[in-house]
């Protein structure tokens, strides 16, 4: 490279080429890929990962996926079955058994959100209690920063068994930063760059889109998930590992010594020959087999059962929302009101609108396990059209031995859209002479304003015992 220059020689003024080296270009720094993920793994509990490992170690082990967790509480408010630290404490032990559980794995980033230890089957009360918003921000910046490919949480939805409300917060936040983190008008500091050496506010992250979202989940009855998402093999071989994958997912969750510990000794003592029986046994096996993993939706072409990294580069599919709750829900007959189940249900059927999950597997008939002698709050809706009077009357059809406490009779409402009503229901204890397995009851109720009525049915199960609702 050649530049012209100036000089004065001998008191005259002359113009000299000087040869100079050509000036390379400057490096900008690109995201650190030391931390970039192919699956994130969203859970609320530490122990949580531990229902979706066998497809871990197989993603791990012989597709030679990169894998991260993030953990929504630290669970100290949990119980401990194997020494007396509780609390606070209690936090820092699981937090390091969920460290180690992942590392036998070789998952070395963990990350944790501040959410707390929320024990009740409501979602929205964990999503008050972890403080929804901060985490909700903190997620989206682990999401940049990894930058999956795949995101698997707890499925967000309610079903009979211990439908724990972290459990469908950790999904309902995953969900939100799926759709979010790609998104620069969200949480704008993260994606901005800093304006100085030392910047303290804003992070240079990017925006960063995962391609597919799936589910994994409490309920009870693991059958009903079947051809929701695609299906793996727990007691498959892994070639590379030479064992099957719920052996090498058993050996990461024996990590957990302060949930079962009593558990883990007793399996500790056992031949190879009765693990394999244990685990054929459906009513002692750890977990379902196969293991499915339940589609949440994908921003590619593809099919809900096609295997997790399939048609990761085909092309974006469109979601479109609906409108608000009253239009969708008067639309359907064009009345002038309409009563429907509150709380979790309610949220979830909005949740599911806005962000394009309509496809989740839900109860036929909406359902909620208890413990036996608690009171069931029954939440409802009631929707309003512009002629709708504001009266509603409330009925309610139980089972026998069940009590009415409250929440039947005639209302007044307030001039509003959308009006909350509860029904209180009594239950009784579970029958002394055991033997057959409790079935679900029913409650019915009908909600009556003006000319218009609407049925509610909820599916009950009694059990010994079981979460607050």
């Known amino acids: ?25 400057q490096r900008v720094k690109g995201p650190d890929e030391r931390f970039k993920t192919d699956i994130l793994v969203v859970v609320a509990h530490p122990d949580d990962e531990a229902g979706v490992t066998p497809y871990l170690a197989r993603a791990i082990y012989d597709e030679h996926k990169r894998v991260a967790v993030v953990y929504g509480t630290r669970g100290g408010s949990g119980g401990n079955e194997y ?17 180690e559980a ?30 929804h918003g901060e985490n909700l921000e903190e997620l989206v910046r682990i999401v940049r920063l990894t930058r999956p490919e795949v995101i698997i949480s707890w499925l967000p939805a ?47 992250l990017s925006p960063w889109q995962p391609k597919k979202l799936y589910f994994f989940s409490d309920a009870s009855d693991q059958s009903q998930f079947a051809g929701t998402g695609p299906a793996y093999s727990i007691k498959e071989i892994s070639p ?77 599919s469109a979601c479109t929302r609906p409108g608000d709750l009253s239009q969708t829900v008067l639309s359907m007959d064009s009345r002038s009101s309409a009563a429907l189940l509150g709380g979790p249900w309610g949220f979830y059927r909005t949740f599911y609108a806005r962000h394009c ?32 009077p504001l009266t509603a009357a409330v009925k309610a059809d139980v089972p026998e031995g069940w009590r009415i406490v409250r929440g039947e009779g005639s209302f007044q409402l307030p001039p509003e859209e959308i009006s909350h009503l509860n029904v209180e229901i009594q239950t009784p204890g579970l029958s002394a002479e055991g033997g057959q397995k409790a079935q679900p009851q029913e409650i019915h ?21 079981a979460l607050p609702q």
């Open 240 to 316: 590379s590992q030479k064992k099957p994958y719920w052996r090498l997912a058993l050996n990461s969750a024996m990590a957990h010594q302060t949930q079962f510990p009593a558990e883990i000794q007793q399996l500790s003592k056992m031949s190879d020959e009765q693990l394999d029986n244990l685990m054929n046994d459906p009513k002692s096996a750890w977990w379902h087999d196969p293991l499915t993993l339940i589609f949440g939706k994908s921003v590619t072409a593809g099919k809900a059962t096609d295997e997790v990294f399939a048609d990761l580069n085909q092309a974006r």
């Open 357 to 388: 999950l309509d496809s989740l597997p839900a109860a036929k008939v909406p359902e909620i396990g208890v413990q036996a002698g608690s009171t069931v709050v029954i939440p409802l809706e009631v929707v309003r059209g512009a002629a709708m």
């Open 445 to 465: 109720l009908r909600v009556t304003s003006g000319s218009a009525s609407d049925d509610i049915t909820l599916r009950v199960l009694l059990q010994k015992s």
């Open 102 to 131: 992942c590392a036998r794995l070789g998952i070395t980033h963990v990350w944790f959100l501040n959410g707390k230890d929320t024990a009740s089957q409501n979602v929205l009360n964990s999503l008050a209690s972890w403080g």
């Open 83 to 99: 020494a007396r630290e509780h609390g606070p404490a209690l936090a820092d032990v699981r937090e390091m058994e969920a460290r």
């Open 158 to 204: 309610v079903f009979i068994g211990e439908d724990h409300g972290d459990h469908q917060a950790s999904g309902v936040l995953a969900t939100e930063a799926f759709d979010m983190a790609d998104d620069p008008a969200a949480f704008p500091s993260q994606v901005a760059g800093p304006s100085k050496r030392l910047e303290t506010y804003l992070e240079g």
């Open 1 to 25: 490279m050649i530049r012209w220059v100036q000089v004065v020689l001998a008191g005259l003024l002359v113009i000299v080429p000087l040869r100079v080296a050509a000036q390379e270009a």
